[in-house]
């Protein structure tokens, strides 16, 4: 191999790196200056060492002798700084947050670490630094986040869980004076929703949010509890008569007439009235601990909602106030309900059947379906008591079902044994939820078919006031359609409402009942007779016929006679009695 092969194979030697020649605090402080953070840094003697361009123009700084002193444009950071550590000899580090300047009118939120450190070598003394990041769309955001967390979109109160923190915070606070908790209910609202859409029911609502607020004082806490029920605390209040003064100052500001959008809408509201008893219970337990502000809360808020739901019940547009009694009533009702649920799964209901007799030939021409509970510990359970609960509840759709299949399985069974007739008719009270029901024409059909019944066979009652609300449409259309396949339908308690000549006009049934208070009792006039055979000849006049109830006495029976009645039922002529008990003949 040659020399020069040789010298062609060796490898090459590295080339040498570039040196650089970039100051090292340039570079930082290029760095800083493409950062959106504002950097500013001051010697411990107020000389002004390094401002990038945020910081610059945050603090309004210039490098030169015509910006404003470091040291009072650095004012507002430097006035929050705890002292130890802006003149102490040791300096240290902290951290906050603070509002300095402004963006578009409105203060701008920073938050703010600032580094001081002491040192004696230095030509400043040491330095102070200064790094401050603008985080005011980020708190906006999560203010904004916040605020529809703890606040109703619909009506911009505060939401119920929120509403639970203020009551606990203001029964915590206790302050002299009474505080009252009201719960404010808009009746019927699905009625609007249903009727004219859920845009319209929200426009009541934020207008019912605006009046409500008007009505109550500026330090009250007002704020929409769910659906539509709304809460109101007042505190420092002179004493619990001014808390139902204050309630039916709600309550006139709420009812009346409304015009949202060209409709009008007649308004009304119920109330109910809580008085918080702290003061009284502390008094009265002696060394036992009391209970803690927000269990306080809780119990206020459920005496409320107990006291507004009496108030619905009693009527609407009403005022009720939290009593004992109350609570004891809705603790039973409560029961009542729960225990109602297993009544029919647990073969509690039986059905007792009524006579209805001719009042002329005296034989029993049909008989009326009588629910009964036999509760296991409380013994019989009467109807009057336990029906309300059942349609509150909704559970009267699967007992009304049930109710109707017992009576036409006691119809067969009675017309088989030729016990009645073939004329015999089964009376069945329905009600206003069985008859809103869809499938509920198809069920009575189908019950019909299944125990070989003719359609007059089978009497439905409903009752008066279910074919006057305002939400009536779906029974009126179940009625009729109920007459068209031949099942006869009864008009309940006739007369004790204010439409009972148009409901025999414009809706028509097949029978008319007789309220008792109507059928002449003991005490009624010459006037009162004309006025029912006045009633008989205009239902006779539109094929129905007229039953009397609740006949106790026999001058009573005598001028339902006169009168033209043409059936008679009361427990002078017949009491309820089990099936295999019943009677078909008059005993006077």
């Known amino acids: 191999m040659t020399t020069e092969q040789t010298a062609t194979t060796a490898p090459e030697a590295p080339a040498e790196a570039p040196q650089t020649t970039v100051d090292p605090f340039v570079a930082v402080a290029t760095t800083l200056d493409a950062s959106d ?29 015509t910006g404003p002193d470091p040291v009072d444009a650095l004012r507002i950071v430097f006035d929050q700084l705890p002292q130890q550590i802006l003149n102490g000899p040791e300096g240290g580090t902290w951290n906050g947050e603070m509002s300095i300047g402004s963006r578009l009118d409105r203060p701008t939120t920073h938050t703010v670490t600032v580094h001081v450190q002491h040192d004696p070598m ?7 630094g200064i790094i401050s990041n603008d985080v005011t769309d980020e708190r906006e955001r999560i203010a904004a986040l916040a605020h529809r967390i703890e606040h109703d979109p619909t009506t911009g109160l505060i939401n119920r869980t929120t509403a639970i923190e203020r009551v606990t915070d203001a029964l915590g606070d206790g302050g002299p004076g009474t505080t009252a908790l009201f719960m404010i209910d808009i009746d019927r609202l699905s009625d609007v929703n249903d009727a004219l859409g859920h845009d319209m029911g929200d426009r009541l609502l934020a207008s019912t949010a605006r009046r409500l607020a008007t009505a109550v004082r500026p330090s009250d806490l007002v704020a929409r509890m769910a659906g539509d029920t709304f809460l109101v605390l007042c505190t420092d209040l002179d004493d619990p008569p001014s808390a139902v003064q204050l309630a039916e100052r709600i309550k006139r500001s709420l009812t009346g007439r409304l015009t949202i959008h060209q409709l009008e809408l007649d308004v009304s509201v119920s109330v109910g009235v809580a008085i918080d008893r702290h003061d009284d219970a502390v008094a009265n337990e002696g060394p036992t601990p009391p209970r803690s502000p927000r269990d306080r809360a809780l119990a206020l808020i459920s005496q ?3 006291a507004v739901h009496a108030a619905k019940h009693g009527g609407r547009g009403r005022i009720a106030q939290f009593t004992e009694r109350l609570a004891s009533q809705a603790r039973g009702r409560t029961q009542l309900s ?7 799964r647990e073969g509690q209901l039986a059905l007792d059947f009524q006579p209805i007799f001719s009042a002329v030939s005296e034989l029993a021409e049909a008989a009326e379906a009588l629910l009964r509970w036999n509760h296991p510990t409380r013994g019989r359970v009467e109807a009057g008591e336990f029906i309300p609960i059942a349609e509150e509840t909704g559970v009267i759709v699967p007992i009304g079902d049930w109710v109707l299949r017992q009576a036409c399985l006691t119809a067969r069974h009675w017309i088989d044994e030729e016990i009645v007739g073939s004329r ?20 009575v059909v189908d019950l019909l078919r299944e125990y070989h019944l003719r359609p007059r066979q089978i009497v ?15 029974v009126v259309r179940s009625v009729r359609a109920l007459r068209r396949v031949g099942v006869r339908v009864a008009i309940d308690n006739f007369g004790t409402g204010s439409h009972a000549l148009s409901l025999m006009t414009d809706i028509g049934a097949d029978v008319l009942k007789l309220d008792g208070s109507l059928a002449l009792p003991n005490g009624s006039s010459e ?16 094929n129905m016929e007229v039953v009397a109830e609740r006949v106790t006495g026999l001058e009573q029976l005598r001028r339902l006679r006169a009168a033209g009645c043409d059936l008679v039922q009361g427990h002078l002529v017949g009491s309820p009695a089990p099936p ?3 009677q078909v003949q008059m005993e006077l």
């Open 338 to 344: 729960a225990s109602l649920s297993r009544a029919l």
């Open 580 to 582: 295999d008990e019943f």
């Open 527 to 542: 006037t009162d007779t004309r006025v029912v055979r006045a009633l008989v000849l205009l239902a006779h006049a539109l």
């Open 424 to 443: 015999f008719s089964v009376h069945v009270n329905v009600s206003r939820l069985q008859l809103a029901s869809p499938a509920f024409v198809n069920r």
């Open 37 to 65: 953070a504002a950097v500013v840094v001051v010697g411990i003697d107020g000389s002004l060492l390094h401002a990038n361009r945020a910081g610059a123009a945050l603090f309004s700084l210039s490098a030169d002798a």
């Open 122 to 128: 230095h030509p400043s003394g040491g330095y102070i």
């Open 304 to 306: 409320a909602d107990t």
């Open 460 to 474: 439905l009652e409903v009752r008066e006031a279910s074919l006057v609300d305002d939400d009536a449409d779906e």
